[in-house]
Nanobody, 124 residues
Framework: QVQLVESGGGVVQAGGALRLSCAASGRTGEIYAVGWFRQAPGKEREFVATIRWRGDRSDYADSVKGRFTISKDDAENTVDLQMNSLKPDDTAVYSC?????????????????WGQGTQVTVSS
């Protein structure tokens, strides 16, 4: 089992920044990648970014490329999402997820463990 706990959500004005953190525990040696997804009210869950657990290969949704940066802290077993130049459209519940497979994925159902989510609200 892998446990994931997100932190760092909140309310910010448009143009501002937030940093989310996803702390992993349990059988972290089995993780291949950790991704961030988001879901706004009335919308489907959307891929945001993902990163390999070992190594620095990453992938981003076009909607956040150049504004968001995903990174991993090997010492703390955390995956952070630095979000800059936030827009009201970025408002959503952000969740991190761990994948035990053998490649990066943008598909939520291909992730095996999920955190509880953290709310990000961007006001205009």
């Amino acid at each position: 089992q892998v446990q994931l706990v997100e932190s760092g959500g909140g309310v910010v004005q448009a143009g501002g920044a937030l940093r989310l953190s996803c702390a992993a525990s349990g059988r972290t040696g089995e993780i291949y990648a950790v991704g961030w997804f988001r879901q706004a009210p009335g919308k489907e869950r959307e891929f945001v970014a993902t990163i390999r657990w070992r190594g620095d290969r990453s992938d981003y949704a076009d909607s956040v490329k150049g504004r968001f940066t995903i990174s991993k802290d090997d010492a703390e077993n955390t995956v952070d999402l630095q979000m800059n130049s936030l827009k009201p459209d970025d408002t959503a519940v952000y969740s991190c997820a761990a994948r035990l497979g053998n490649r990066l994925s943008r598909v939520g159902v291909e992730y095996d463990y999920w955190g509880q989510g953290t709310q990000v609200t961007v006001s205009s």
